[in-house]
């Protein structure tokens, strides 16, 4: 029987045990939103999650805005974002970089009226600020908001986000980042940020799945995306989640603890191997997250990669796990500037809270007979017409 | 055997690798997601069958204890299936999509990529039997459940990459007994509805697709006589043997309905005429695909005897040199009945006389020759001037 190495933490990490306790500790099931006794306790997990988690990234208990997940939160802050700054004056532009989430890509491309700009980034992913900077100096009056996110899930960039607020600030433009990569892995702080809005997601971090949240700054303007009962301080509706919010909260108060210095120890000798092995080429950044590595293997295609790896008892990902399980080019290596067969070459491996030296040493092992299997697999299909 | 189960997400394909499990195969299921064009994931979005389809392979491969895999080849479906399909209409041609993607997606891509994975086979729920040789080939039969019988789809694929596949299928009584075979496996599509639509076209409306993709071209439609009788909007929208959507503006003179019996894309004229304007009593192929070596001895031995009597007159009349062909069956479309014929050699392909005349045959389709239940050769029909008419000229090759 083959035994399970898990190597795609940015695609979802298994559940901390502390976020499984807290998940199943709650003392009764009840809608917080209710009047007796077992909703007043709902209410107060749900109060004390709130408080753990903004204590956890800096931010006011009242900033946490609950919600569905990640792609909730983007799509809130892009879409409330926009509205809320069409006031009297129309403010079309919209600047997003261009390795950002589908979430933000997506939700800011269906803006009605909205001029979705994509800042670009170089060839390491990082946006270009100079850009962004040109940008304001002659729009700033038409710029509804920037969302540039804090790291890069598919290759762990970290963006000079202090360098893009700074611009902001000065041109009186909100900024919405993306935190759902770079959460636990990154020292973050939100008020000291002057971010408007940051998207988290729970089950990236160790926590359960379908929890997520977005950190609102007081005073910002942002239009609730979907109407109903207003729970979350009016900006989203839904009867919350109490125990995904204290699953959510234990999992990144125990994230943010840890010393993630030492995934990038773990990670060594598939730094090794990558410098060693011909096919071989990371995409990685040297400014990036910690546990993170996107590999650009020669003439082969990450599907082909992935799909050895698993039948060898290794699960990582080819780019960011998208679709009906198809495995398509990298929007985010594209805009990197590398071309649709190098954009679908890319190998991600992450690593987390339960990875062990062993896991690594597996893969190390795995993986060139992995890479050269799969480039005979490329070689097969490449004389086709 | 280490076996890729194809799993469509239909009934078929999962008791296929269901059974495949059952024999102490190591079977793998491997979904092939072939749509991946801007409108038709739109359209997914709003519930359409492939993502549907593909959530189905998973749980039926969960439900079968089955590694599942999604692969992409929805480029080398696009080039060499749809891309054909526009390009095949465009010229006059009725193409059949099915057996494209058999030929070149399936049980060729597919397969390549399945082998170069260490697979040492490739399943489908196809309805057809195999019958392995010992050179690396397999001959192909029709399945035991005559109407279910797919050998007609598969036979373009050729023995070679026969001879690496698998057709669980091929000795099940019965569809009704593969769906009782599924609900005791507790497999979720056992009562999922069959698809018979081209599946890149799901509403099924292959002139509103057509046009789509090729514009409107306008043009007459002429009776035998050459009268214009009415108009269309592109002549590549119809296909000979088609009598619906003509919406003649003359009516015939006998009042008798009419069928599209020519499609003439360069001139952009389609002609029309009587039902038994469509009958071939003949008609030629392109390349030759042999699957029974045994056939082939056979019309290449008569056409060296024909070439040793003829003194410089072979040419002149491959439809005569017919008459007196190796007898077979052949059958032009997925569900009509095979017809008796004889068959000859004729330039790059066959000449071949029919039995009794066959209604409606448009060039482009396959045509699968079978003796008894063995598929013996495959090729597609050619070209030719006036088809259906009792002049016709046959034009192998062109």
Known sequence: MKTDIYLDYAASAPIRAAALEAYVSAPVAANPSSVHRPGRQAAAQLDQARIDLAQTVGAEPGDVVFTSGGTEADALAVTGLFAARQTAAARPYLLVGATEHVAVLENADRLPGAEVIRIPVDRNGFVDTAFVAEHLAERAQQTALISVMAANNETGAIQDLDRITQLAAAAGVPVHSDWVAAAGKLSLNFAASGLAAVSLSAHKVGGPGGVGALLVRRGTALEPRQAGGGQEGGLRSGTQDPRGAAGFAAALVEAAAEDTAGLETLLGPLDALAAAHPAIRVLTPPAHLPGLRSLLVDQVRGESLVFLLDSMGIACSAGSACHAGVVGPSHVLEAMGLDRAAASAALRVSIGHATTAADVEALVKALPEAITRAQRVAQTEGGRP | ?398
């Open chain 2, 1 to 398: 055997m280490k076996v890729a189960a194809a799993l469509s997400g239909g009934v078929d394909s999962a008791v296929a690798a269901a059974r495949l499990v059952k024999a102490g195969h190591e079977v793998t299921a491997i979904h092939m997601a072939l749509q991946r064009t801007p409108a038709l994931r739109r359209q997914g979005s709003r519930g359409c069958c492939s993502l549907e389809d593909a959530s189905d392979a998973r749980q039926a491969a969960q439900k079968l204890g089955l590694d599942f895999y999604v692969w992409d080849l929805s480029d080398t479906f696009t080039d060499l299936v749809v891309r054909d399909f526009i390009d095949s209409y465009g010229a006059g041609l009725t193409p059949n999509p099915c057996i494209r993607c058999n030929e070149f997606v399936k049980f060729r891509v597919l397969l390549e990529r399945a082998e170069a994975l260490g697979f040492d086979a490739v399943a489908t729920g196809h309805y057809a039997r195999l019958e392995p040789d010992d050179a690396g080939g397999a001959g192909l039969r029709r399945a035991v459940d005559l109407a279910k019988d797919q050998s007609y789809v598969l036979a373009a694929s050729g023995r070679a990459a026969l001879a690496r596949c698998l057709f669980p299928l091929g000795d099940a009584p019965s569809k009704a007994a593969v769906r009782q075979e599924a609900a005791e496996l507790g497999l979720g599509v056992a009562r999922k509805r069959d698809s018979y639509d081209i599946c890149f076209i799901p509403d099924g409306d292959t002139r509103g697709y057509l046009r789509e993709q090729l514009g409107e071209r306008p043009g007459p439609i002429v009776d035998g006589a050459g009268t214009q009788v009415g108009e269309h909007l592109g002549a590549y929208q119809f296909t000979v043997g088609q009598r619906k959507g003509l919406s003649l503006s003359r009516p015939a003179a006998d009042g008798r309905p009419r069928y599209v019996t020519r499609v003439d894309t360069a001139t952009n004229v389609v002609q029309v005429g009587p039902v038994e304007a469509l009958d071939a009593p003949q008609f030629g192929t392109l390349a030759v695909n042999w699957l029974e070596s045994d056939f082939q001895a056979e019309v290449d031995q008569l056409a060296d005897v024909t070439a040793s009597d003829a003194t410089g007159g072979a040419a002149d009349s491959a439809a005569d040199g017919a008459a007196g062909g190796v007898p077979v069956a052949v059958q032009v479309r997925a569900h009509s009945k095979a017809l008796t014929a004889q068959v000859t050699n004729s330039g790059d392909g066959f000449a071949v006389q029919l039995g009794e005349p066959l209604r409606g045959l448009a060039p482009g389709q396959s045509a699968v020759f079978y003796r008894g239940d063995l598929a013996v050769a495959q090729a597609v029909v050619a070209p030719f001037e006036g088809a259906g008419s009792r002049s016709a000229k046959l034009n192998p090759g062109a």
